[in-house]
């Protein structure tokens, strides 16, 4: 029953509307196995058992969810018992991992708004436990705080989430700014889901984003982190990048790149980043493997680029140029996003390599071929290419290289010797990139593929 009956202040609070089975389209067919096993599970021992965000949101508009989410009244103990396959995790709030193989359905207990904020509004804490109508509260948009209810396979919806969904709004719950002020990465949140839906932003949750952009500099760079690649590697990167430009956040997080951008309206570096972004939605779509380093690498190209500029009218040679100038660039961007070494290793191969490309040309390019990055550069040399410089004889003197010499040519990032355990990258789908060898490798530190 909801809300809890035991609960003194429920009278005061909205009651929900229970959408029954009939009245949507959520299958159990739709659901999986495995979240419907965890459902099932606390269900039969006892429990309330809700799918709930983005599952149930996708599900009702017909969208194969990306993975699901389970909220429950159990206590993370008290799923831990149920589940051998569970790991508790979080600190800011305690999650139960309940994994099988590499699927993880994510179990939450219900928790209260009332969670713990600082001086500025800031969520710090939030692990009070509740029942589902205060757990409501705490989500951040109307589409996303839809529970569907495993007991009788209805939809119960205290905020409007259903007509929302069905008008294509992204809407926050309750005073839009302060909800913003909580947690700042709603911002991005609200631009990444109406871009993937196709929804619009309702006004009032609109109209404070650009204003507020500023807050997103507290969060931490390993969150924005996770929300960049969210962003960028979701299948509408284009997009995406238009509507955070669009609503004043993309210098949020990549500021050295708003700054060229905003200079040169029209010239190669806006082209360039909205080429690479294009081609990654386009690569996602057939299913092609992704890097994080590739986009980086064109994300911060154009400021890289000016400062290397810099450096060599001050008289520096232009391999050290380049060096200093992507010691700077990534620096400074890893203070905003925490990105791993071994993607921002990738842009930095991939940007020392393009002078190369140029100096070999003619020459004896089969070292240059056999490169395990020469790929992933030759694609950065034509994606400059279409956007606009002046490299198509270039281009076509290294596709035919290729062509002449198919056995020398490696695949960017299929060897890996650089001491991270080989394998794919959880993120992009890809083989990591691997760090430049400046010094020479004392033999025998390690065996394996390096030759
Ligand atoms: P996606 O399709 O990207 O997984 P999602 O809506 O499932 O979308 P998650 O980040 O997986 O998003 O979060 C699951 C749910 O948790 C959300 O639907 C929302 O209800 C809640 N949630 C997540 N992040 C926040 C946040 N920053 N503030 C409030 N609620 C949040
Ligand atoms: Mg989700």
Redesign the pocket.
Same mark, same amino acid.
């Given at each position: 029953m909801f809300p809890d009956p035991t609960d003194k202040i429920s009278h005061l609070k909205p009651r929900p509307q229970i959408i029954p089975r009939s009245d949507h389209i959520i299958s159990r067919e739709a659901i999986s196995e495995n979240a419907l096993k965890v459902l099932y599970r606390l269900k039969n021992s006892g429990y309330q058992s809700f799918l !709930?965000?983005?599952?149930v949101? $996708?599900l009702l508009l017909g969208r194969e969810p @990306?993975?699901f989410?389970v909220a429950t009244n159990a206590h993370p103990e008290q799923i831990r018992e149920l589940f051998r396959n569970c790991h508790l995790i979080g600190r800011r709030f305690r999650l139960a991992h309940v994994r099988f193989g590499n699927d993880i359905i994510e179990v939450s207990t219900f928790r209260t708004a009332h969670h713990v904020s600082d001086v500025e509004g800031r969520i710090v804490r939030d692990n009070v436990y509740g029942t589902i109508d205060d757990d409501v509260w705490?989500? $951040?948009f109307t589409a996303?705080?839809l529970y569907y209810n495993i007991d009788d396979f209805s939809v119960v919806d205290y905020v409007g989430g259903m007509a929302d969904i069905r008008a294509g709004v992204i809407r926050l719950i309750g005073d839009p700014e302060l909800r913003y002020r909580e $947690?700042a !990465?709603?911002l991005l949140?609200a631009v990444r889901f109406a871009v993937k839906l196709g929804f619009r932003i309702h006004a009032d949750s609109e109209r404070p984003i650009a204003k507020l952009a500023l807050l997103l500099e507290e969060i931490p760079s390993a969150r924005l982190f996770e929300e960049v690649l @969210?962003l960028f590697l979701g299948g509408c990167a284009e997009q995406t990048f238009e509507a955070l430009r669009h609503h004043g956040l993309f210098g949020a997080l990549f500021p050295e790149t708003e700054i060229v951008l905003g200079r040169e309206e029209s010239g190669f570096p806006q082209t360039l980043v909205i080429h690479a972004l294009r081609d990654t939605d386009q690569r996602l779509a057939e299913s092609r493997p992704v890097t994080p380093g590739f986009l980086l690498a064109a994300l911060l190209w154009s400021p890289m680029r000016a400062q290397a500029a810099d450096q060599v009218a001050r008289g520096l040679a232009e391999p050290e140029a380049l060096e200093l100038a992507a010691d700077a660039v990534i620096s400074r961007q890893i203070a905003r996003t925490a990105i791993p070494r071994r993607f921002t290793q990738m842009a930095r191969e991939i940007w020392e390599f393009q002078p190369r490309l140029l100096r070999y040309m003619g020459k004896r390019p089969q070292r240059l071929l056999a490169h395990p990055r020469f790929r992933a550069a030759y694609d950065f040399l034509l994606l400059r290419n279409r956007a606009g410089e002046p490299l198509q004889e270039l281009c076509e003197w290294w596709t035919a290289a290729q062509k002449d010499m198919p056995t020398n040519v490696v695949d960017a990032g299929a060897e890996d010797d650089d001491g991270e355990p080989p394998g794919t990258d959880a993120d992009s789908g890809e083989t990591p990139a691997r760090p430049r060898r400046r010094r020479r490798r004392r033999s025998g530190r390690r065996g394996g593929k390096a030759k």
């Open positions: !709930v965000g983005g599952s949101r $996708d @990306k993975d989410d705490r989500r $951040d996303n705080a $947690d !990465v709603r949140r @969210k």
